[in-house]
């Protein structure tokens, strides 16, 4: 046999074996194919959920064991069996519906929605279902739809018992997403406490904080902001931001019983994932009687605190001090009274001026704070010519009377006495004040009856006489005071031995040099540096100086400061609007002192608790006049010094 037949019969067995092998390698990809079909059908078939492959009019072309259960037949005849028999009529026209989405808007990969079927009892079963086109094959024929239905029944009997549970907590729980969105489910208790029966989809900032906005401070208003802007940060910023939220909260709620405060107590959870804050949960509770509690804790310690500061001032206020200023206020108090009823501002701004240098002399700081408010305001009122609101007025004086009460009370207290705690004893004052005023209109014989009446009364001093010197511890403790303030150094000389005056003025007298001391000081008396600037000791000097002349008696009152600067007093006159620029250019020094007495009339434009409101100078004229005086006389020398001075009645 020649040698090209071997090669030839070699070729033809070779051929015959990689035939052999290709056939066999294609029947084991067929197998592992069939066998991946078999694997994949049996997965299909082993879903828990329901899979179904459908046309557009619901007609099954491939199903799974649940979706055979669910059609009540076996996986043989699941076959064109209809997914639309598992509906009730309702819910197969919303099914249709989506389906209708789904193929229409290329737009729409996937639908996810809950949807109700019927099983063999006719009960509803909750399903989730999820739909989306099936591509794998051509759609020649028609679009395919892949179905996936879950059995959520167990998960909504579990959301129930939850929704009961919540419902029974005496709390308000609910998770904000990142939107600030309030989630289902939550607590059923806030829609109680926050006032909104669905907060489903409700912004956070809206019924929680916006409510309550006007009562938070400037911080808890920073952290409500900052609330929902934590979500979706980190675990570190949050813990951050958190000290700023608003931790309680106050809300009026209207009841049968009327409107009410109702107090929340609110605490912040973050819900987070790898550290990073996907919700916020958040508590509320009712803390209103904790609260209150709390307050009115707060409130009785701050009474004790006060009364203990009280007290203080009490014992720190010298034994003759504190029995002046008793003395002055027992006058002073029904005078009060009846300008309050009467509204007579211009009266009710001088004696209120006149209260406020005596307690605050005494060092009463509660007292001068009140008695400052409220002459405050009646001062605008005598400034504009308006007229002042009568209960304001009558809540303002009762407010600093009670304070007065309170003080009496304290010091009877602390001096183991039992008397003059009534306020009839006011009442009494009062009757007295009254007779007094209506003395002063009668003639000799009227007024000599009226003393008798009032000397039965225990209230008739005209007769009696009380020396000046009887004031100057007070004056020197006014000056200590003051001079405090004013960080100035000043002396004080009297030049009075020997004069007396009715008991019964010394108030009036009292409340003269008080002013004018108060004037000299702050107005006066320069500093230290600006007296040694001058020339001048700088410590200062003021001088009480009184004297018998004829049937009258001299008062001055002096002082070494800095003098009255004309042309100051006149651009404050024309800027308070009390003197014309065009008078301005003739008046004359005479004129410029007057301007002073007038109502309204200060020479600062800032005012303070000692001067700056235009009356102290009014109220000391007003009191010369009640003495029987014609007027306050004033000298002055620009750069020496400046002298007020009034001559009165000896009787």
């Known amino acids: 046999m020649s040698s090209a037949l071997k090669l030839s019969g070699k070729s033809e067995v070779s051929a015959e074996v990689v035939a052999a092998q290709g056939l066999r390698a294609s029947h084991d990809v067929i197998s592992v194919l069939e066998k991946c079909k078999s694997s994949s059908e049996q997965i299909i078939q082993q879903l828990p959920d329901l899979f179904v492959i459908m046309d557009r009019n619901g007609r099954v072309l491939k199903g799974n064991i649940e979706a055979a259960r669910l059609l009540r037949c076996d996986t043989e005849h699941l076959l064109n069996k209809n997914i639309y028999d598992v509906f009730g009529t309702e819910t197969r026209n919303v099914f249709r519906s989506r389906i209708s989405v789904l193929l229409k808007d290329l737009g729409v ?23 989306s086109r099936f591509t794998q094959i051509s759609d020649r024929r028609g679009p395919l739809i892949k179905i996936l239905g879950k059995d959520i029944s167990k998960v909504k009997e579990f959301e129930k018992k939850l929704s009961q549970i919540f419902s ?3 709390l308000g729980i609910f998770t904000v997403n990142a939107l600030g969105e309030i989630e289902w489910p939550y607590s ?11 907060l489903i989809g409700k912004r956070l900032e809206s019924v929680l904080f916006e409510p309550v906005w006007d009562t938070l401070d400037p911080i808890e208003r920073t952290g409500a902001m900052q609330v929902v802007s934590c979500i ?8 951050l931001a958190k000290l700023h939220f608003p931790k309680e909260v106050r809300y009026r709620r209207m009841t049968p019983e009327g409107e009410k405060n109702l107090w929340l107590g609110l605490t912040y959870h973050p819900i987070t994932h790898e550290n990073v804050i996907e919700k916020l949960l958040v508590v509320i509770e009712d803390r209103t009687e904790v609260i209150e509690a709390r307050h009115a804790l707060d409130a009785q310690r701050e009474v004790e605190n006060n009364k203990i500061k009280k007290i203080l001032e009490i014992q720190a206020c010298s034994g003759p001090l504190l029995e002046a200023t008793f003395s002055d206020l ?17 009266k009710i701004g001088r004696t209120l001026h006149t209260i406020k240098g005596i307690v605050r002399t005494a060092r009463f700081a509660d007292m001068e704070r009140d008695v400052h408010a409220m002459e405050d305001v009646i001062i605008v009122h005598v400034s504009d010519k308006t007229p002042v609101d009568g209960h304001w007025v009558h809540e303002s004086f009762e407010k600093i009377r009670l304070e007065w009460v309170e003080l009496k009370s304290m010091v009877f207290a602390l ?4 008397t003059g705690l009534h306020l009839s004893q006011e009442d009494f004052s009062s009757a007295i004040h009254e007779l007094s005023e209506l003395r002063k209109t009668l003639n000799e014989d009227g007024q000599k009856h009226a003393d008798r009446i009032l000397e039965r009364l ?13 004031l100057e511890y007070k004056i020197q403790h006014q000056r200590d005071v003051t001079c405090a303030t004013l960080q100035k150094q000043v002396d004080i000389q009297f030049d009075w031995a020997g004069v007396e005056v009715i008991q019964n003025e010394m108030l009036t007298f009292t409340e003269i040099f008080l002013h004018l001391l108060n004037n000299a000081l702050d107005h006066g008396v320069e500093s230290s540096e600006e007296r040694l600037m001058a020339g001048k000791s700088e410590i200062g000097l003021v001088i009480f100086r009184a004297y018998i002349k004829s049937d009258k008696v001299h008062v001055e009152v002096s002082d070494d400061g800095a003098g009255i600067v004309r042309e100051r007093v006149v651009q404050a006159a024309i800027k308070r609007e009390i003197l014309d620029p065009v008078d301005a250019l003739s008046i004359g020094d005479d004129e410029v002192y007057d301007l002073l007495l007038r109502p309204g009339f200060s ?6 608790n000692i001067s700056g409101r235009g009356i102290g100078l009014d109220s000391v004229n007003e009191a010369v006049r009640s003495l029987g005086g014609r007027k306050l006389e004033i000298s002055s020398e620009e750069g020496k010094g400046t002298t007020f001075w009034f001559e009165v009645p000896l009787n």
């Open 168 to 170: 029974a907590i005496p």
């Open 415 to 418: 001096s183991g006495k039992q």
């Open 232 to 239: 979706g940060g980190d675990v570190l910023w949050f813990d």
């Open 109 to 131: 990969k996937h639908l996810e929605f809950e949807l109700a079927t019927v099983d063999e009892t006719g009960a509803n079963v909750e399903y989730l279902w999820t739909i």
């Open 603 to 608: 020479s600062r434009d800032e005012t303070t």
């Open 458 to 470: 225990g209230g008739g001093n005209f007769a009696k006489t009380k020396p000046l010197s009887s």
């Open 188 to 198: 059923l208790y806030s829609e109680f406490l926050l006032g909104d029966i669905n």
């Open 330 to 346: 027992e006058e002073l108090f029904p005078r009060l009274k009846l300008e309050v009823e009467a509204r007579d501002v211009d």
